[in-house]
T-cell receptor, first 111, second 113 residues
Framework: SQQGEEDPQALSIQEGENATMNCSYKTSINNLQWYRQNSGRGLVHLILIRSNEREKHSGRLRVTLDTSKKSSSLLITASRAADTASYFCATAAQGAQKLVFGQGTRLTINP | DTEVTQTPKHLVMGMTNKKSLKCEQHMGHRAMYWYKQKAKKPPELMFVYSYEKLSINESVPSRFSPECPNSSLLNLHLHALQPEDSALYLC????????????FGPGTRLLVL
């Protein structure tokens, strides 16, 4: 069963604005990862945050993790048209061989 | 080289055909994965190979048959598929198969007629 749930399911914003998407999960995790998928293509890894970390940055991306609420958020600042994609969170339990993906957020950046 | 390659990019097959999907990585990763993804849905794990041994089969129908000839190659053999098997098939690899980052290929778009 899918462990991660994301909201919103779809988000449409103007170029230059910030985009925030959220992910919730149900059980204890080792880490949480965010991936981007451009239409009909493979997933690209964006960032991994471990269960003992609270915040992580990578360029225009900021990820937070709240293990007490079992939730994470991905913030993309100063959005660009090229950020238009689907974004998935994926959780990994300790020692697990597999990731469990959330339903994804479809982000559209309007020029 | 952080690339996972998949061939073919597109495949159309009839329900009586036999075909194979191929995946290759040269990152020295010891875990490889097959996922199936339907439109507007997240990837669904099908199989995991760890150190060339099948370690996870997510109750996938036997008409899908995975094979890992060596640590760099992963195949998915297809036989007697159904139209509902039409989807994007993604291959991924990771260092050891222990919840670390996965690197995905571009996928094979499969259409079953």
């Amino acid at each position: 069963s899918q462990q991660g749930e994301e909201d919103p399911q779809a988000l449409s914003i103007q170029e230059g604005e910030n985009a925030t998407m959220n992910c919730s999960y149900k059980t204890s995790i080792n880490n949480l990862q965010w991936y981007r998928q451009n239409s009909g293509r493979g997933l690209v890894h964006l960032i991994l945050i471990r269960s003992n970390e609270r915040e992580k940055h990578s360029g225009r991306l900021r990820v937070t993790l709240d293990t007490s609420k079992k939730s994470s958020s991905l913030l993309i600042t100063a959005s660009r048209a090229a950020d238009t994609a689907s974004y998935f969170c994926a959780t990994a339990a300790q020692g697990a061989q597999k990731l469990v993906f959330g339903q994804g957020t479809r982000l559209t950046i309007n020029p | 080289d952080t690339e996972v390659t998949q061939t073919p990019k597109h495949l159309v097959m009839g329900m009586t055909n036999k075909k194979s999907l191929k995946c290759e990585q040269h990152m020295g990763h010891r875990a490889m994965y097959w996922y199936k993804q339907k439109a507007k849905k997240p990837p669904e794990l099908m199989f995991v190979y760890s150190y060339e041994k099948l370690s996870i089969n997510e109750s996938v129908p036997s008409r899908f048959s995975p094979e890992c000839p060596n640590s760099s190659l992963l195949n998915l053999h297809l036989h007697a598929l159904q139209p509902e098997d039409s989807a994007l098939y993604l291959c991924a690899s990771s260092q050891q198969g222990k919840s670390e980052t996965q690197y995905f290929g571009p996928g094979t778009r499969l259409l079953v007629l």
